[in-house]
């Protein structure tokens, strides 16, 4: 399961507020061609990309085992969360209908932050679409969310995800431990990143 910030910010209920409609009425299709908010019916095809250790291995918060049931449950949860303004569990597709890459954004509009999880299909890995996608993403979620800050973790021996994140910009700050969902935690390398700061850094 997916932890707030280390950093905690003040936030007003009005920004709180404005954050949960925010994210309730997110248009995701504003992130590129294919996205749509993850629905029960994506549970088959869902479960079928993230069985494959290649997409998920390096992730800890998805439902396991990987199956239809458990991946349903997880879409359901997750659509109960985004009507809350709390999250958005997003679906990305080929024009064929293959699933491309998934994207699970939390949020905690109390602490006007957000944390991004996601992963590509194996062939679009390693082609440089996902750091110009997750750069597009953080944008869009300081710019559309109207967060404050962001966080994000990777396993301590994902080189490739750390790379990515530092080269954003995100600041380096230190370990937390990461539950997963059956309760289990991982030691991951964690960091934090101000909207004043991605928009110094990026315009």
Not at 9 to 35: H, K, Q, W
Not at 121 to 128: I, K, L, M, V, Y
Request: with cysteine; charged share 25%.
């Amino acid at each position: 399961m997916s932890a707030p910030p280390k950093t905690v910010l003040e936030v007003s209920p009005e920004e709180e507020a404005a954050i949960r409609l925010a994210v309730a009425t997110a248009d995701v299709g504003t992130l590129g061609p294919g996205r749509a908010i993850a629905r029960p019916t994506d549970a088959v095809d869902l479960a079928r990309f993230l069985a494959d250790p290649r997409v998920s291995e390096a992730i800890y918060d998805l439902p396991r085992p990987i199956d239809e049931t458990n991946v349903r449950r997880w879409i359901v949860e997750g659509e109960t969360q985004w009507r809350a303004g709390r999250r958005l569990l997003i679906v990305s597709r080929e024009p064929t209908g293959e699933i491309a890459g998934y994207s699970d954004i939390t949020v905690w509009p109390e602490r006007s932050a957000a944390e991004l999880a996601g992963a590509l299909a194996p062939s679009r890995q390693n082609e440089g679409q996902g750091g110009a996608g997750a750069l597009h993403t953080f944008g869009w979620i300081f710019e559309t969310l109207g967060v404050r800050l962001m966080c994000l973790t990777a396993a301590t021996d994902n080189v490739r995800s750390a790379r990515l994140i530092e080269a954003a910009g995100f600041t380096p700050m230190g370990t937390r431990d990461a539950t997963r969902a059956d309760g289990t935690k991982r030691r991951s390398l964690y960091w934090e990143m101000t909207r004043d700061q991605w928009a110094e850094k990026w315009g």
